[in-house]
């Protein structure tokens, strides 16, 4: 595993070279019908040629670099920056608040909090069986909710797990959005997805007062985190070893039922800094997630809401940008935005503003070429790409 700040100072000069968004662009009204998805996402000769079932392995064939072969342990190294934040103490992991509010999901902003008005978070929590727990500092604010560090009263040794001595504590108001009828549907996510691989244990969930809570294992800084600790760069090779790492995650997410529907940079996290899992990556936030497939087995039927956006500008996939059905592909086109985004450190669609900013945002990805956003990755991002945007609503990926 190479160090992380290997190819730092080549992605800097790179980076001088990047595209520049082109928010010069006449405005269009945002009832306005994107163009044809098919006019950007013909697939390649060499794509149409693959075999399928190296779908899900291309993005390791790197010609520079080793490929990871421990998936488990892919992030080894990444878990060096993730011990440098622990000891710089970051308030709010996970949150950068000049970059979330470009690469915000829309649909919660709109269900927000507004923290002036909501209750105060307990300042002591139990909830279900569980120990008593201290609220302590606040580590991020999300549409929906707020997590928050919690320190048990009394007892307690162990780093992780129920009867750990620090958990997350994640805070959503009775009158959140989310909670129109009763419990977040986040939570019948956890319950469904309980033990899944990638996904943070949920040990105690209950309301109390206004809030309905859910005690949590606490986790370590983002990739985003560790990205921006190392000066906004990250080399091909680690960004694959994060590849292999986050499909593996989607894998098992996606064979549960679901898709997660925000794959980001942001949602994903590494273990405790110290513990046993400090190497290990995690996919938090599941308030959009839903079903891809029917108690029955079947994939869910195909519609499209031009009016409903759903996931974060930026990692959006072009079907979220059009308001169709969220499917496995979709996941995994933001998983790749998001691998080239911690290599380049900039994607082409960034600093357009104002009312028409997910058209605008949407009509730029359907114009950049595979070739040209991938211009300064190896390969095998490129093909990864391709084969991701050209998968069809129901296409099982392999």
Not at 12 to 41: C, I
Not at 132 to 153: A, H, M, P, S
């Amino acid at each position: 595993m190479p160090e992380l700040r290997s190819s730092t100072r080549q992605a800097r000069l790179r980076s001088k070279k990047r595209d520049d968004p082109q928010p010069g662009e006449p405005p269009v009204k945002p009832a306005s019908p994107a163009p044809p998805r098919a006019g950007r996402r013909a697939p390649t000769r060499a794509a149409r040629g693959r075999k399928p079932k190296r779908k899900g392995v291309e993005i390791l064939n790197l010609e520079a670099d080793p490929a990871c072969e421990d998936p488990p342990k892919a992030v080894a190294g990444v878990a060096g920056a993730a011990k440098k934040l622990a000891v710089n103490k970051v308030p709010e992991v996970g949150v950068n608040k000049g970059l979330r509010m470009e690469g915000e999901s829309a649909e919660k902003i709109v269900g927000a909090d507004d923290d002036s008005t909501a209750t105060p978070v307990p300042e002591g929590v139990q909830v279900g069986n569980s120990p008593e727990y201290i609220t302590d500092r606040k580590l991020g604010k999300g549409g929906f909710g707020q997590v928050y560090v919690g320190r048990r009263v009394s007892g307690g040794a162990a780093r992780t797990g129920p009867d750990a001595y620090e958990v997350a504590l994640k805070f959503e108001h009775r009158n959140s959005k989310g909670c129109n009828y009763g419990p977040p549907y986040e939570w019948q996510v956890y319950s469904a997805l309980n033990g899944c691989y990638g996904i943070p244990s949920v040990h105690y969930k209950g309301r109390q007062g206004d809030y309905y809570i859910l005690v949590m294992d606490m986790l370590g800084p983002s990739l985003w985190d560790v990205w921006d600790s190392m000066g906004q760069a990250m080399s091909a090779n680690m960004a694959a070893c994060i590849a292999v790492e986050g499909i593996s995650i989607l894998e098992k997410l996606h064979s549960k039922g679901f898709v997660h529907g925000d794959v980001k940079p942001e949602n994903f996290l590494l273990g405790q800094a110290g513990s046993p899992d400090d190497k290990k990556l995690y996919l938090i936030d599941l308030g959009l997630a839903s079903k891809w497939r029917e108690t029955n087995g079947h994939h869910v039927e195909y519609d499209q809401r031009p009016d409903i956006f759903r996931g974060t500008i930026r990692h959006a996939s072009v079907h979220a940008h059009l308001g169709r059905t969220g499917s496995r592909r979709d996941d995994l086109e933001s998983l790749a935005y998001t691998l080239i985004f911690l290599i380049r450190g900039r994607l082409p669609w960034q600093g357009y503003q104002g009312d028409t900013k997910s058209f605008l945002v949407c009509k730029k990805k359907m114009a950049t070429s595979p070739e040209m956003l991938c211009c300064f990755c190896p390969a095998p991002f490129k093909q990864f790409l391709e084969i991701v945007t050209n998968m069809k609503f129901d296409e099982e990926p392999n």
